[in-house]
């Protein structure tokens, strides 16, 4: 049996950096209180809860002054940052660079936007850690839609610009997009003049879906290895059984089935951007225990 890791899956470089950021802290004896899950991995979670880390809540903020608090890759809005100042909290910013800079050109727009009586629109997941702190760079005035119906309070007369998530999927993008063109042009014939769309979801993540199908069509089977809180693992892994039904979705390798193997020539691995490789290097260890245990 044929066993590959997709060479394209494993974590992205926002969620490297601040898994390292949290590593050297623990390693220099500094405490770090991860501000919510570090990555929506749980068994990544816990290997870092085995080395010390903690994850802490927002209004646990109170109870942790004086400490350290680790601001993982999704940002936070200025609230957070007023709230550390007021308890004296040592923050540990691990933000993406790329988020850093999307929250700037937020706040930049919602500048430009607020006097005219415009709407700054953010394309995402209501309630997602990225999503609340690209809203907080608007005062909490940005207009967040998940999916078409909730473009139906927005005022198409006024000036609009959008902005996606970084973890969104393109096709889903455009298609909210193209709707929101549709509605501008009902006021103006020019709509460019009333909308501005900015293109901003990641490379590491867009270029994923395409690279998972290829990768999926190779092989007789496909492990799909994912948290169960991630939606990019939950995009993926449809990705993954539309190219290959053959298809299972595990959390760790406790979860496979020798039967989905059995017969096959080769199996390929690979994960969400929240997936750790040695996670699927454990998964390809027990796979390869599997076979041989068959003879
Ligand atoms: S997906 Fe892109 S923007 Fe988001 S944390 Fe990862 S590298 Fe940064």
Known sequence: MRI????NAGFCFGVVNAIKTAEENLSKGIEI?????????????????????????HDQLPELAGRSVLIRAHGEPPSTYELAK???????????PVVLKLQERVRKAWERLQPLGGTVIIFG?????????LCGQTNNQAVVVQDLNDLDGIDFSKPVEIFSQTTKEPEHYREIVEEIKRRVAIYNTQPETLLKVNNTIC???????PHIKAFAQKHDVMIFVSGTNSSNG?????????????????????ELNPEWLSGYQSVGISGATSTPLWLMQEVASAIEAIVKGKG
């Open 33 to 57: 209180n991860c501000l919510g899950e570090i990555v929506h991995n749980e068994m990544e979670n816990n290997r870092l809860k085995g080395i010390g880390m903690k994850t802490v809540k």
């Open 4 to 7: 590959e890791i997709d060479p």
């Open 86 to 96: 007021k308890y004296n909290i040592n923050l540990v910013d691990a933000t993406c």
């Open 203 to 209: 490379g590491q993540v867009s270029n994923r879906k």
């Open 234 to 254: 939950k995009m993926l892994f449809e990705a993954c059984l539309e190219a290959n039904p053959n298809s299972h979705l595990i959390v760790n390798s406790a």
């Open 125 to 133: 997941k209501k309630g997602h850690a990225e999503v609340i702190g």
